[in-house]
């Protein structure tokens, strides 16, 4: 199966094509083509050098027409990667599904229930799969607490607080030509991730969300929501309070500061959850002396004797699932493949557009509320 990955930024240098290499590696991804508009990104991210030096000998076709030539150019039932900016993936996932392609779409799969169903329709009368990734769930310790829960070890879900705060040195990248007020905000950008991950613990429904957010200037001068707060109110009357920002300080410890904490009830007590996602605890002080605490869990290149570095951690494993997915699609007719995409929405593990619309439902009704001032708005009903 060969590999189309549609934009050349972050999220593509430092979870995608690492995690492509590697299954090319294995001989699960044949070719892989990079587009982006701009040459010159292609070209930094063919010499970045963790990727050289992980996987020596690999390369990638450079595409730079527009996304919808370089996905018809390709023979159907391949893997189209969606990793642009959020406001063309409604786009580029109906290109490659209507060029029968399978997709792996990088979250929020889009920021509109009509757009999330339109998307569903087509994959599935096509018997495409779209998987949306969601890494986060791929954590081992999303998975346990999933497991708990479940069972009942938790009671249930009352009171909750995430947050997931970026850098600020992200105001410096090619963020500042997308993230402006009109097109996302933080809550949007990454406070999904943990909206995601309470509905992937607890099978609860966001019904109702408020977000109030904080304007600031990218340094091109254009303008952010990029300090957030959320509440968003569950199908159980269960309350989670979510932060976000593109703003925790450059020389503070971590890639970022992030976790969740969730308070619960049973008949005879109160119970309790509490995730550090950015502390996993390691700290290095490395030479010349700058202080880091690095995560093994989201996604490094470790050495283990071989050829190269391989990828290791829930960013590689979340990519490998959906890349498996697609392969085991590939050559079944239409009602087998409809029966193992119903088997994989039912089964909850893979973000599809029938299992996660709950994403986009929050998010639709959350830039309403942020345009209006902070009011409370219901949230659209996607399920069955
Ligand atoms: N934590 C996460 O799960 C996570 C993290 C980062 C990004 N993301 C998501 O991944 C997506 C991409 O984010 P990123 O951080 O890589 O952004 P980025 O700004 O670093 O990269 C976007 C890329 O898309 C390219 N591009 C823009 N318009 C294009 C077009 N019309 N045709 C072809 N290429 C085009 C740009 O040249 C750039 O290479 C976003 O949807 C983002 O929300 C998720």
Redesign the pocket.
């Known amino acids: 199966m060969r590999a189309v990955v ?7 240098r430092d979870q995608i094509l690492p995690s492509l290499f590697h299954l090319q590696r294995h001989g699960h991804i044949s070719a892989i083509e990079v ?4 040459p010159a ?1 292609l070209r930094r991210l063919a010499s970045d050098p963790t990727l050289t030096r992980a996987f020596p000998g690999h390369t990638f076709v450079h595409r730079h027409e ?2 919808r030539e370089v996905i018809a150019s390709l023979p159907p039932e391949q893997l189209v990667v969606v ?4 406001q ?2 409604f786009d580029a996932v109906m290109a490659a599904l209507e060029r029968e392609q399978h997709v792996l779409c ?3 799969l889009v920021h509109f229930v009509a757009e999330l169903a339109a998307i569903r329709r087509e994959a599935y009368s096509r018997g495409l799969l779209v998987g949306i ?1 969601y ?1 986060k769930r791929f954590d081992d310790r999303s998975l346990m607490a999933r497991q708990r829960y479940r069972e009942g070890a938790f009671g249930e879900f009352r009171l909750g607080t995430a947050c997931l705060l970026e850098k600020w040195h992200y105001r410096d ?3 500042q030509n ?1 993230f402006t007020c009109d097109a996302t905000d933080a809550f949007t ?2 406070g999904c ?1 943990y909206v995601d991950l309470v509905a992937f613990i607890t099978g609860l429904l966001p019904a109702e969300v408020s977000l109030r957010g904080v304007k600031d200037r990218f340094p091109n001068g254009e303008e952010g929501w990029l300090w957030t707060d959320a509440r968003v109110v569950w199908s159980n009357d269960a309350i989670l309070n979510v932060q976000n920002a593109l703003g925790f300080p450059d020389a503070a410890p971590g890639s970022n500061t992030q976790g969740l904490t969730m308070y619960c009830s049973g008949g005879a007590g109160g119970a309790w959850l509490h995730h550090s996602d950015q502390y996993r605890g390691l700290a290095y002080c490395e030479l010349p002396g700058a202080y880091s605490e690095p995560s093994p869990d989201y996604f490094q290149l470790v050495d283990q004797g071989g050829v190269g570095r391989v990828p290791v951690g829930y960013g590689y494993r979340s990519v490998e699932f959906v890349v498996r997915r697609a392969l085991e699609l590939r050559g079944w007719p239409l009602a087998e493949r409809r029966a193992l995409l119903n088997q994989w929405d039912r089964a909850g593990m893979m973000a599809t557009p029938a299992n996660s619309g709950y994403n986009e439902a929050v998010i639709e009704a959350a830039r309403v509320s942020l345009h209006s001032g902070g009011h409370p708005v219901s949230c659209i009903r996607t399920e069955g």
């Open positions: 549609l934009g050349a930024g972050m999220i593509a587009c982006a508009r701009n990104s527009p996304f990793a642009l900016p959020d063309l993936h990088m979250k929020p990734d890494h990248s090619n963020f997308w950008y990454i991730h």
